[in-house]
């Protein structure tokens, strides 16, 4: 049972610091059943690459085993554990590499926080009844390239074809502890034979394992049941308090400023439906629709067939799937709305192929190095004949007169940009992708420092002339 962890960062022996393992020695740490050995194939200023080698005693493992093998009988004795990764694995993790675990460092406590680019191989992994899609499923939304190669049961019986196991590799650019947390949580969801006794504390462990991904992952009540190995009560309490985590904070409903934000919001979204039917667009995404207002504004049009909505946030999807009364709605009006969870900073083949785009008050909200990867993922590869998107205009929060000037908006907004910063980064969005873009204001203008909020209209220009 072997996992590697390569990293192309530079010096890549930093590694050795991450790890608390220095690359010159091999080391060993005890587990019940066993040893885990953590030692560096490579180490060089390029490239560097710990190996953690499980060395598991399987006959150490039936004392005190309720239910190796299954019902085969020798399979106490003959079974995949000492192979194949599994929550052994997880054990191993958290032994070896602790701190990394829990995201310190202390010779580079900055590294330990930093994205680097990194690889992990895990030689045997089983995949239980969904195969490959499973692991594809657990890992692709976490923003991981993933390799499968499968095993094949016998090299001298082709004919048997392959077996339930496959070597993974995964790349991705993330912190360290967080690569680790995923491992330490996904191995096991794949494993059917967990071998301990899932306990209360294990709800504890996965939920601070998981905090910060787990909220928001589409197969979040797959990976919850199949790591507390189908104990439904327990699985349920764990998704009940992963939700209580995500409550906001209730919004004061009838002060005089937020009535003031919600007219400007209904405004904003007049708007943009405005723009979209003048497009002639019939398929349209909102990307990061939030509670859906946007939605069913559009499903009352009929131009648009299709309608879908994207969000970050399975809270928010909750909140847009009530609003929209999905469970009584008709079934040729739900034929016509699709909602999926989906990250905008990752390429994802299900937002491709719409006529129209909307990203209402959004951008603000992502990371300004991720803007680069949004740009790709929206205007390289999903390409929508036309993007409507809008973002507060930052020179009007002198305004808003219970803020503070130069303060922003909404505490979760990462940035908010005068006109001319809009300008900017829009021109060279339509110009490095083949849009045009044009530009309007939003809301009640006032001298010197324009209205509330900014629109900007991209439309593909090869589209445009084609149709023309
Ligand atoms: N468009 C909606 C919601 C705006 S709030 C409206 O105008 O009412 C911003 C929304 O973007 C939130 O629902 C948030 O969950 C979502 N979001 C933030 N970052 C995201 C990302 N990287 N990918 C997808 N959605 C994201």
Redesign the pocket.
């Known amino acids: 049972m072997l996992l590697t962890i390569t990293t192309t960062h530079q010096p890549a022996t930093d590694l050795g610091f991450l790890l608390h393992k220095h690359p010159d020695r091999l080391q060993s740490v005890e587990l019940a059943h066993g040893k885990a050995h953590i030692f560096y194939p490579e180490a060089g200023v390029e490239r560097c690459t710990a190996a953690l080698l499980l060395d598991i005693d399987p006959v150490s493992m039936v004392r005190g085993a309720r239910n190796m093998g299954g019902d085969f009988a020798l399979g106490h004795y003959v079974n995949d554990r000492p192979y194949v990764a599994s929550s052994f694995m997880s054990v191993a993790i958290t032994k070896a590499f602790s701190s990394a675990l829990n995201g310190q460092c202390s010779k580079m406590p900055e590294l330990a926080q930093q994205v680097l680019p990194l690889e992990a191989k895990v030689a045997v992994l089983p995949a239980p009844k969904g195969g490959e899609m499973l692991i594809r499923r657990l890992f692709e939304p976490l923003g991981y390239n993933v390799h499968l190669e499968p095993h094949v049961l016998d090299e001298t019986v082709p004919g048997w074809g392959n077996s339930k196991y496959y070597t993974l590799t995964l790349s991705h650019t993330l912190r360290l502890q967080e690569l680790l947390q995923h491992l330490y949580v996904l191995i096991p969801v794949l494993d059917n034979d967990k071998h301990y006794f899932v306990s209360q504390g294990e709800i504890d462990k996965l939920l601070e394992k998981g905090k910060g991904w787990l909220e928001n992952h589409p197969e979040q009540e797959q990976i919850i049941r199949r790591y507390l190995l189908n104990l439904g009560s327990l699985a349920r309490q764990a998704m009940e308090r992963l939700a209580d985590g995500q409550l906001e904070e209730e919004v004061e409903e009838d002060s005089p400023l937020e009535q003031r934000r919600q007219t400007l ?1 209904q405004q ?2 007049e708007q943009v439906l405005e723009e979209l039917k003048k497009s002639g667009a019939e398929r349209v995404i ?6 859906g ?2 939605l069913r504004m559009l499903l009352k049009e009929k131009q648009f067939r299709q309608i879908t909505g ?4 399975i809270a ?1 999807l909750r909140k847009a799937k009530q609003r929209l009364h999905w469970d009584e709605m008709a079934p040729r009006q739900r034929e016509r709305i699709e909602l999926m969870q ?4 990752y390429r994802d083949k299900r937002l491709a192929g719409y006529d129209a785009a ?5 951008i603000e ?2 990371e300004p190095n ?1 803007l680069k990867a ?1 740009e790709r993922t929206v205007f390289e590869f999903a390409k929508p004949k036309t993007v409507v998107l809008t973002t507060p205009n930052s020179e009007y929060n002198v305004k808003w007169e219970t803020l503070e000037a130069g303060s922003m908006r909404h505490t979760d907004h990462r940035f908010e940009w005068t006109r001319q910063e809009f300008e900017n980064w829009s021109t060279g969005v339509a110009d490095r992708n083949g849009y045009r873009v044009r530009f309007s204001l939003v809301g009640p203008e006032e001298e010197e420092v324009g209205a509330p909020s900014q629109m900007a209209v991209f439309e593909l220009v090869n589209h445009s002339e084609h149709v023309a």
């Open positions: 919001h904003r979204l909102d990307l990061g629709c939030g509670e207002k946007l994207v969000d970050i946030s928010e989906g990250a905008l900073t909307a990203i209402v008050e959004v909200h992502l991720r949004f």
